[in-house]
């Protein structure tokens, strides 16, 4: 028997003891190249729960057995459980959790952020390469910031051995277990929060159509966990109705004062009382707070009566089926939404074709070339002027506009319901968050959410613009904006935000799996362009611009001016531009190495092996940035064509989709 089948024999006795229920009879774990992964020995029907797990043997920052000090040290992320799984490994078979920890894997996830530095440079010019580099500060900072104090406060506790090597809590175990809670754990319930979930963590990832997802109560008393009504709940009741009380009773004083009622004369009164009377009074008090009225409690939410609803709700985390499964296949669950770098970051893999892999372009560069095609559509319009006056003018026509996009950005580009804090928390400024101490939500797996909120979603390009583009070269827009809050580039680029991306290179703007430009970028490259009349009503009124955005989307290629067809080329030549020069960045030895021969390098190396990976996020990035050159090549190309011709080959022309469209089709 291999150590792996002897690690598995022992892991499924641990399930066994500590009561996780699963159908043995249609359920398998299996190991496959040294890795485990649940397969199906039945037909099953959608939505059983093929596994249930008490909560009682998850691994929590509540359930290990240094709870009481990670309570009162109160930190934050993912260093809590990190300290929590390597005090339990420490105690060996002492722990309760020894037979799963066994487990796991010894070695970690061998995430990029253990590369050698010559693996780290196979993601240059990928949207990985500043990622890669952040990582493993992060977590040395952590260690020392957060952890290392506390295995210094209780050492009786936490015995770090001899040695390094011995050590159970050094810096490379630490970085280890990190790498497995960011793999591994599952965001619980609002009394766990992050933690490992036995049996859960065996299930692989699969981007579409997995067959399992996870299921639990979230909501439960963040106190104790209780699904039900208890203590805590009502001892917040108490507080909160005591609260509503004194306001009350402030409320009333202020109104007494106002009204000249004799407000301490009633409290004369009361201290006149007899010691008896106040024993009487002081009870009567104590149980109007501690017995406040059922019905204002009921009226306050408290359930106390209807059990069906308690009966739902389940003290398991399950995994239910999806979809109808078959016999011999693999269940797969979903880690989430994830491209390729953040699937890389945090759980050591990555596949072909991720329909949520995107390419970034900073900021600076769009400045720089709406800059460059400014001042070559001014030159045409200012023969006589030298350079310099062409770039001053370009800077001033280009300024009020930028200023104008930033200040209605949320107005005209409206991130969908639900999508603004996912975009915050994910890998828009190339992943600079710490990967494997995350405590942020999931797709099932809680502690690893980094879905993308950007360059997934895609849009279908409506062919149509009322709009004339006739930049006045005097500069006719200058001032209409507002230039309260952004600072002009010295170098000429359009107050920039102040939000940096890594590496200098501003705020990113993303290209989806299709090869689209998102719909924020094509909405600040209208504005940037649109003629000075326009652009003159959008700076009157945000509604002004809204109004343009919603007819261009409607309109569906219908209304084709030839002004529209002067905007849109424009606009396609800086996304065709934009696009080479993200391009340069994937060069080697100055050199644009064809897709083929990195399939083909490819295809020497071991497949799982960190080149592997490397070539294979670099694969995805590069087939983004042919895509898209080639279509905005050839929208320019359809756009440049005599306007006459225009409507038949633009009409006839099929252009990708993406998937799903925003509200906006530009
Ligand atoms: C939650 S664990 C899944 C169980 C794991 N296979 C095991 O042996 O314990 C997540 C890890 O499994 C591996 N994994 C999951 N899905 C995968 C996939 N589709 N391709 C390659 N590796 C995968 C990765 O190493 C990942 O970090």
Redesign the pocket.
């Known amino acids: 028997m291999s150590a792996q089948q002897k690690k598995l024999e022992v892991l499924l006795k641990w399930f066994d003891e500590n009561k996780i229920e699963w159908d043995k009879e249609a359920l398998e774990v299996k190991e496959v190249n040294g890795?485990?992964?649940v397969y199906a020995k039945k037909n099953m029907k959608k939505d059983k729960a093929v596994v249930k797990i008490p909560k009682n043997c998850i691994l929590s920052i509540k359930t290990t057995g240094i709870s009481n000090i990670l309570d009162e040290a109160n930190l934050e992320g993912g260093c809590p459980l990190a300290l929590a799984v390597l005090y339990e490994i420490a105690q060996k078979e002492q722990s309760p959790w020894y037979g799963y920890l066994q487990?796991?894997?010894d070695q970690g996830?061998d995430l990029p952020i253990f590369w050698e530095e010559d693996e780290k440079d196979l993601f240059n010019g990928t949207e990985m390469e500043n990622a890669v580099r952040n990582d493993l500060n992060d977590l040395e900072d952590d260690y020392a910031e957060l952890i290392e104090p506390l295995l210094e406060d209780y050492p009786y506790i936490f015995d770090r051995g001899t040695n390094e090597d011995d050590d159970p809590y050094s810096f490379d175990k630490f970085i280890k277990i990190s790498t497995l809670i960011s793999?591994?754990a599952f965001e619980v319930d609002a009394f766990h929060e992050n933690a490992l979930v036995p049996f859960a963590?065996?299930?692989?990832?699969?981007g579409e159509g997995e067959q399992v997802h996870f299921e639990t109560e979230f909501e439960v008393c963040d106190s104790c966990g209780a699904l039900e009504y208890c203590e805590h709940q009502y001892l917040d009741f108490l507080e909160n109705s005591d609260e509503e009380h004194s306001d009350e009773e402030e409320h009333s004083d202020e109104e007494g004062e106002e009204q000249g009622d004799n407000v301490e004369g009633e409290w004369e009164d009361a201290e006149d009382l007899s010691e008896g009377e106040e024993d009487e009074m002081d009870e009567e008090m104590a149980l109007d707070t501690e017995l406040p009225d059922l019905e204002e409690l009921e009226a306050a939410g408290v359930n106390f009566w209807d059990t069906e609803e308690e009966e739902d709700k389940k003290d398991t985390c399950d995994m239910v089926l999806d979809r109808d499964v078959k016999k011999g296949e693999e269940i797969?669950n979903t880690?989430g939404d994830h491209p390729n770098i953040a699937l890389l970051s945090k759980?050591?893999?990555c596949?072909d074709d991720n329909k949520n892999d995107y390419v970034s372009i900073g900021e600076d560069s769009i400045v720089d070339c709406c800059l460059a095609i400014t001042s070559e559509i001014l030159k045409g319009k200012m023969p006589k002027a030298s350079n310099e006056e062409v770039e001053k003018a370009a800077v001033e026509l280009t300024r009020p506009r930028w200023e104008f996009f930033l200040k209605n950005e949320k107005t005209l580009c409206p991130s969908p319901e639900g999508e603004q804090e996912e975009e915050e928390d994910d890998f828009d400024n190339g992943c600079q968050e710490d990967c494997c101490a995350s405590d942020d939500e999931g797709h099932g797996?809680g502690g690893h959410g980094h879905g993308h909120g950007h360059g997934k979603e895609g849009h279908s390009h409506g062919e149509d613009a009322d709009e004339e583009l006739e930049h006045d070269a005097e500069g006719g827009c200058c001032g209409s904006g507002d230039e309260e809050e952004h600072e002009h580039d010295p170098e000429g680029g359009c107050c920039g935000s102040d939000d940096e991306g890594e590496g200098g290179k501003g705020r990113p703007y993303f290209i989806n799996s299709e090869g689209l430009f998102e719909d924020k970028l094509m909405c600040l490259l209208h504005i940037m362009f649109v003629g000075e009349e326009t652009f003159a009503k959008f700076a009157e009124d945000v509604e002004n611009a809204l109004s343009y955005f919603e007819e261009l989307s409607n309109s569906q290629g219908e209304n084709k001016t030839k002004a529209v067809v002067d905007v849109k080329r424009v606009i396609y030549q800086v996304c065709r531009a934009l696009c080479e020069f993200r391009r340069l960045e994937y060069l080697e030895d100055g050199e644009w190495k064809p897709i083929k021969q990195d399939i083909e390098e490819r295809k020497k190396v071991a497949d799982?092996s960190r080149k592997y990976y490397a070539l294979t996020c670099r694969i995805g990035e590069k087939k983004i940035i042919e895509k898209a050159i080639k279509y905005y090549g050839d929208l320019v190309e359809e756009y440049s064509a005599p306007v006459a011709d225009k409507k038949k080959s633009v009409t006839n022309k099929k252009k990708p989709v993406a998937k799903k469209n925003k509200k906006q089709k530009l």
């Open positions: 890795s485990f992964g487990a796991l894997p996830e793999s591994r963590d065996i299930f692989n990832h699969k797969f880690y759980y050591g893999f596949y797996h799982n």
